[in-house]
């Protein structure tokens, strides 16, 4: 079992920056991909990001290259999400995952998801 919990959400104005930080807890981080994904009310929960197991490789939604960075610490059991130049329509509930299925980009590819953090921006 892995625990996962986001921090770092809040209210930003456009153009603003945000850290998310996301800590596991159970079996070790590093053994599975890290994945970030954000859901608007109405709307399908839709990829944003995602680590390899290393950190060698990341990749991005088209919507958030350039301006996001995932990154990840597996000394401390952490993936990060530093989100610069903020847009109105980056405000969504921010989930981290979890899973080892080559599916990295869809929500079906993960086996385990934090609780969501807030990310408000506003214009």
């Known amino acids: 079992q892995v625990q996962l919990v986001e921090s770092g959400g809040g209210l930003v104005q456009a153009g603003g920056s945000l850290t998310l930080s996301c800590a596991a807890s159970g079996r070790t981080f590093g053994t599975y991909t890290g994945g970030w994904f954000r859901q608007s009310p109405g709307t399908e929960r839709e990829f944003v990001a995602a680590?390899?197991?290393?950190?060698?490789?990341?990749t991005y939604a088209d919507s958030v290259k350039g301006r996001f960075t995932i990154s990840r610490d597996n000394a401390k059991n952490t993936v990060y999400l530093q989100m610069d130049a903020l847009k109105p329509e980056d405000t969504a509930v921010y989930y981290c995952a979890a899973g080892r299925s080559i599916n990295f980009r869809r929500p079906a590819g993960y086996d385990y998801w934090g609780q969501g953090t807030q990310v408000t921006v506003s214009s």
């Open positions: 680590i390899s197991q290393s950190g060698g490789f990341t």
